[in-house]
T-cell receptor
């Protein structure tokens, strides 16, 4: 148990569906992240939120829409995805203070399949 | 971030020490060495980090050479549960703001009976 909870663990969706991934952290952290990991590829940083403000969008297509309503919750809204978007989506959090910013705590991820 | 080089894979017998090397010959003076691992289909897990002194915690030891151009992560008594991909990352820590931590391809450690 890392203190970062992601739901759902698995998701299958069609290309015309709209779905949302949810992440919640119970660590009192103030930075949250979305990463994508496609099969056999390194993790890719997608979005970064610092104190609820988005500070990084790593050229992510607009069919992925993040939302951070408060420091404890992070969502990734999905719409009109493509089969190549099938991947493991990981949420992480950290304390943006001192050296703690690089000590990320990850959730178990949502395994997404787009049909 | 400084470039790092890790072997793509390593094997280790259970109960023996696993020594995972990382080369970071272009490291600058204010860059730290971070190690994470990722067990199959899970999120990465922070292991340890250091600047220039050797570090030890309940999970592992980190040995950084005096010139800081390379380091070794040591798992003193590897178990089957240590089978994972291990990532060595070198960067200046973001102070007072969020990180932009990026992961390479790492070393796939296979612990065997």
């Amino acid at each position: 148990e890392t203190g970062v909870t992601q739901t759902p663990r698995h998701l299958v969706m069609g290309m015309t569906n709209k779905k949302s991934l949810k992440c919640e952290q119970h660590l009192g952290h103030n930075a949250m992240y979305w990463y994508k990991q496609s099969a056999k590829k390194p993790l890719e940083l997608m979005f970064v939120y610092n104190f609820k403000e988005q500070t990084e969008n790593n050229s992510v297509p607009s069919r992925f829409s993040p939302e951070c309503p408060n420091s404890s919750h992070l969502f990734l809204h999905l719409h009109t995805l493509q089969p190549e978007d099938s991947a493991l989506y990981l949420c992480a959090s950290s304390q943006a203070k001192g050296q703690g910013s690089e000590k990320l705590f990850f959730g178990s991820g949502t395994q997404l399949s787009v049909l | 971030d400084a470039k790092t080089t890790q072997p793509p894979s390593m094997d280790c017998a259970e109960g023996r020490a696993a020594n995972l090397p990382c080369n970071h010959s272009t490291i600058s003076g204010n860059e730290y060495v971070y190690w994470y691992r990722q067990i199959h289909s899970q999120g990465p897990q922070y292991i340890i980090h250091g600047l220039k002194n050797n570090e030890t915690n309940e999970m592992a030891s980190l040995i950084i050479t005096e010139d800081r151009k390379s380091s070794t992560l040591i798992l003193p008594h590897a178990t089957l549960r240590d089978t994972a991909v291990y990532y060595c990352i070198v960067r200046v820590p973001a102070r007072g703001t969020a990180s932009k931590l990026t992961f390479g391809t790492g070393t796939r450690l296979q612990v065997t009976l």
